[in-house]
């Protein structure tokens, strides 16, 4: 799963380019199941209010309390923006130039893996 602004996406594999299905997050609620999974220590569930109910499970306590705090933002957000433009025109961002002596403290840590690219290799012409 990749949250991307509004949506939530879902690739076949880490490599597609292309997603699969994607979620709407202005029209869902998070949050964790009434009954725990003893297979799935650490899912949550995402109901769809137009939708299914999608169970999420993570590696780790931290990872899913992560996504369900970042998740949860974004539904708030998006729930109350849903009617404000149109979701294809970007919006205006604050940008802070960052220098390699600000990065000293770690954000946001965990694997980050490039979308797309199909082709290894190319024909020569």
């Known amino acids: ?13 880490t490599r597609d380019s292309y997603s699969k299905g994607k979620l709407d997050l202005a029209d869902v609620e998070v949050k964790l199941p009434d009954k725990p999974d003893n297979e799935r220590r650490f899912s949550f569930e ?33 729930s109350k ?10 919006e205006a961002v604050d940008t802070k130039s960052v220098t390699y002596g600000d990065l000293k403290d770690v954000v946001k840590q965990g694997l980050l893996e490039k979308q797309g690219g199909r082709f290894r290799t190319w024909k020569k012409r």
């Open 1 to 13: 799963f990749v949250h991307l602004g509004r949506y939530l996406q879902w690739f076949g594999e």
């Open 46 to 78: 995402i109901h769809g209010k137009k939708s299914k109910t999608y169970t999420i499970a993570a590696e780790k306590m931290e990872d899913m309390f992560a996504w369900i705090h970042g998740l949860r933002r974004a539904v708030l957000y998006f």
């Open 81 to 90: 923006h849903r009617d404000q433009g149109d979701d294809s025109k970007e």
